[in-house]
């Protein structure tokens, strides 16, 4: 999930990196269960409604 660094091929890219500024602006956590030759698992955690005052109005429900 580090941001991304500029390669000549392959590598996550910027995508993970997003994800995961994302998903922490909304309150939440992203993770990853990797395991050599059986692929990755990526794991969201968002909470079912923001929470503070630190929320953007359009994340407050309620």
């Known amino acids: 999930f580090d941001r991304f660094v ?3 091929r ?3 890219g910027v995508g993970l ?3 995961k ?3 922490e602006l909304h309150g939440g956590w992203a993770e990853v269960e990797s395991e ?4 990755a698992a ?3 955690h968002l909470p079912l ?6 929320a953007a109005p359009e994340l407050r429900l309620g």
Do not use: H, Y
């Open 6 to 8: 500029r390669r000549e």
């Open 10 to 12: 392959g590598g996550p």
């Open 17 to 19: 990196a997003l994800v």
């Open 21 to 23: 500024a994302l998903v």
């Open 36 to 39: 050599p030759g059986k692929g």
């Open 42 to 44: 990526f794991i969201l």
């Open 49 to 54: 409604e923001a929470a503070g005052v630190a």
